[in-house]
């Protein structure tokens, strides 16, 4: 089997055997993905990068059954500022395990891909971060999977949401719905226009945005918002077939 080259971070790896890591990484070329790294605990290994977090890496792997194995690695990205700050660290860590939780193996996304880059590129120059760098990545990373906000539309029936009967929340439909559909779904919950605007306004090509002007109230359910939704679409991704199919696998 001929070998391929992968550029990604690792975002989680966990010992297997006496010295071998067994790796979940994000990649370019892959989107999320599993592989194995021989005896990278060993202190002569060539792969021992694998183990540097908050690292893009290229590695070289070989096809195995239904699994790669790495036999090759380089560091091609670090940032030691991140590793100094244990809140930017919590951060990245709370970034990655989005990432993990709410994508399918083998399905490739640029979007993603970019979006993790700036993110940290972000977090490596700035001294401090708080709700809008978590609300803004959460927002344009739904976008990339398909959850974006691009219309003032109601998700349900695509009437406007900025009519007389307002907005709402649903996590039923996973999005924005004009007050007209909330009164069929109980557990929705009206919205400020500003929240609707707020929502609107993401662009998943831009970079990491600030946002200031929104109330830290508003910041606040917003973020509770996106939790939710995050945790809907990952829910959703669990029940699928093509997971279920992935775990009978390993």
Not at 29 to 35: I, S
Not at 65 to 75: F, K, N, P, T
Request: charge should be positive.
């Amino acid at each position: 089997m001929s070998d391929k080259i992968i550029n990604g971070l690792v975002l989680r790896h966990f010992p297997v055997r006496e010295a071998d890591e067994f790796l979940t990484l994000w990649s370019f070329e892959e989107g999320k993905m599993r592989a194995m790294a021989r005896s990278a605990r060993k202190s002569s290994s060539k792969l021992k990068p694998v183990l540097a977090p908050v690292t893009w890496l290229q590695l070289e792997v070989v096809p195995n059954a239904s699994r790669y194995v790495v036999v090759g690695v380089r560091i091609t990205r670090s940032y030691p500022r991140i590793l100094q700050n244990l809140r930017h660290l919590a951060v990245v860590f709370n970034l990655f395990e989005i990432v993990m939780h709410a994508t399918m193996e083998g399905e490739p996304n640029h979007k993603v891909s970019i979006l993790l880059r700036e993110s940290l590129e972000q977090l490596e120059q700035e001294s401090s971060v708080g709700i809008d760098f978590l609300n803004d990545f959460r927002l344009r990373f739904l976008s990339a999977l398909g959850y974006g906000f691009q219309q003032a539309a109601c998700r349900y029936c695509g009437g406007s949401l900025f009519s007389s009967a307002g907005a709402s929340w649903s996590n039923t439909f996973l999005g924005l719905i004009c007050g007209n559909c909330g009164q069929y779904d109980a557990a929705a919950a009206g919205v400020e226009r500003e929240v609707v605007e707020y929502f609107l306004k993401a662009d998943p090509a831009s970079a990491v945005r600030k946002v200031s002007a929104v109330p830290l109230d508003l910041k606040l359910k917003i973020e509770r918002m996106l939790s939710e939704m995050l945790s809907g679409v990952i829910e959703r991704k669990i029940n699928s077939r093509q997971f279920l199919a992935e775990q009978v696998k390993f």
